[in-house]
């Protein structure tokens, strides 16, 4: 679909910038990795979009994945993450996952997390499709935030680390498959600027934002993605769209996640009827995995024809309740619910990409110099489905092995930095928040948690339509994510059209069980 770059620039005639480690993003993953890098490296920069804590780790409740309990090992969390996957996890990308997860979650503690702890010990919950107790939390069901506040403060406090924020990834600089550069909008200033390195990290996160119903920030556009396609490096797996069950649905107010950890702890989901439905589709109930709740509950919702089913904790102590989950209850306080006493109106939302920017074991990617960690990775640990709190882990785990494999000296310089983006013409005024709009209504309807043939070729046709804006060259912040959604979007879209069966979270309403010979991945590269 897309053109090479979303502007018209030459190299000389920016602002150029050379460091030696170069991190695009602020979430685990960016921040992890900038912190792991600064043991080597004496000048890495982070480049983030908003603020430094303007990401989707902020807003990770449940907690993080490690197989630390006393009846745990990295094998079950090992099985566990196999049989989530559906099929398509990386079984060597798993191990790596689960036997070096314990050792950086400890790493983190002593960078000064605070994990939730009784009497002493961590004090581990559970979540769907975890055999063991074998997530940490913080504060509760802050996790994310505990992570992002003690990494935020090592980058900072670090002198050879330096983040500037307001700085949006616009494409990647590539010559002859390395990459050697980003060209980036420093959108308060409005100025592109080349920031040149040879070890360039993507850690964006996903794309929930192509979706009406998202639990992830505004900032979450898709554009590490996007711009890594547009340079030619591989992107794999983007059918696999995890749709979190439970998220408040309140007309009018922001979608707002309500952790797994919740019914970890014990929450019942009732229909509009007031009936427990899971334990007809699953035998484990609510801690099902996710595509399979989620499916429960669109089918009680067609069945009832309500828009929202329940999460209830009525059978359980209030104090506990409250104490367990202070951020949600607070929060549900402010919409006029008590968490403990109320019966919660949910529904799914998009939450996690499984598919990205195709990488090996040590997040480099298809183009030299280019590596990618956290969401917006594919190194194939969450197959089709990602096993809940696996993802805090895999941004650790894999940004932690791009600074090991980096430091051994791949990273490499251009004889000669040279680039020129040209042909792409003024465009008319195009009002693209609301085009990003019917974007995201078009997604929710046709390449939702539910798909089918005839929805998905319709949405291919209108995506076919938006991409002739590709045309005019990208003037504005708005129109720069906008066309980076597009790009996502068809690149999810059409693989979910080829994949002509039911995986994990890829459900086809025309093709519903799993096919043997689908047990592979869908890989697109663009010709560049
Ligand atoms: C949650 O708290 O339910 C989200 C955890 C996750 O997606 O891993």
């Known amino acids: 679909m897309a053109t090479r770059y979303l502007v018209n620039f030459a190299l000389e005639e920016v602002d150029r910038i050379e460091v030696g480690f170069l991190v695009i993003g602020s979430g685990i993953a960016g921040l992890y990795t900038a912190h792991a890098a600064s043991a080597y490296w004496e000048d890495v920069l982070v480049l983030t979009k908003r603020g430094i804590d303007d990401t989707a780790t ?86 994310g935030a505990e992570i992002q506040r003690v990494l935020s403060e090592a980058v900072r406090s670090s002198p050879k680390i330096t983040v500037m924020e307001n700085h949006f990834l616009v494409d990647l600089l590539v010559t002859s498959g390395v990459c050697w550069g980003v060209l980036a909008l420093d959108w308060r200033e409005l100025r592109l600027k080349a920031y040149l390195a040879p070890v360039v990290v993507l850690a964006t996160g996903g794309a929930g934002q192509i979706y009406k119903h998202t639990t992830n920030p505004e900032v979450v556009t898709g554009d590490g993605i996007a711009a890594a396609y547009r340079a030619g490096a591989e992107v794999m797996d983007l059918e696999f769209v995890q749709f979190h069950p439970t998220v408040l649905l309140l007309e009018g107010l922001p979608r707002f996640l309500i952790s797994e950890a919740v019914r970890g702890e014990g929450g019942i989901l009732l229909n509009a009827q007031g009936e427990r439905f899971m334990p007809r589709y699953h035998p484990m109930a609510e801690l099902a995995p996710r595509d399979v709740v989620v499916r429960a509950i669109l089918q009680e919702l067609e069945r009832t024809g309500s828009q929202v089913v329940y999460l209830s904790l009525e ?13 949600i209850s607070q929060r549900l306080k402010v919409y006029g619910l008590d968490l403990a006493r109320d019966r919660i109106p949910v529904a799914p939302a998009a939450h996690y990409f499984m598919g990205g920017v195709k990488t090996g074991f040590y997040g480099e990617t298809s183009l030299r110099g280019l590596y990618a960690c956290g969401e917006v990775a594919c190194p194939g640990v969450h197959g ?3 096993l809940a709190s696996n993802s805090l882990l895999d941004g650790l785990v894999f940004g932690g092995r791009i600074v090991e494999y980096a430091r051994r000296g791949v990273g490499e310089k251009p004889a000669r930095w040279e680039a020129r983006g040209e042909g792409l013409i003024p465009g008319p005024p195009v009002d693209y928040s609301r085009l990003k709009g019917e974007l995201r209504d078009l997604m929710q309807t046709w390449v939702g948690p539910v798909r089918c043939a005839e929805g998905l070729s319709r949405a291919l046709r209108q995506l076919a339509r938006w991409d002739t804006l590709n045309r005019y060259e990208a003037t504005t912040l708005e129109e720069m994510e906008f066309k980076d959604m597009l790009e996502v979007a068809y690149l999810v879209t059409e693989a979910a059209w080829m994949r002509t069966e039911s995986r994990g979270g890829h459900y086809r309403a025309d093709f519903p069980q799993p096919v043997p010979r689908w047990q592979r991945h869908l890989i697109f590269r663009r010709q560049v």
């Open 58 to 143: 902020e807003h990770a409740q449940g907690g993080i994945a490690a197989a630390v309990g006393p009846n745990d090992s990295p094998l079950y969390h090992y099985e566990d993450t196999l049989s989530a996957g559906a099929g398509l996890c990386d079984p060597t990308a798993v191990e790596i996952l689960v036997t070096e997860g314990p050792a950086r979650v400890e790493e983190l503690m002593r960078l000064g997390a605070r994990f939730d702890r009784a009497d002493g010990r961590l004090d581990l919950t559970r979540e769907g499709a975890h055999t063991r107790r074998r997530i940490l939390h913080a504060m509760g069901d802050a996790t």
């Open 315 to 327: 059978h359980l102590d209030p104090e506990l309740v409250h104490a367990r989950f202070p951020t």
């Open 384 to 386: 089709a489905n990602r």
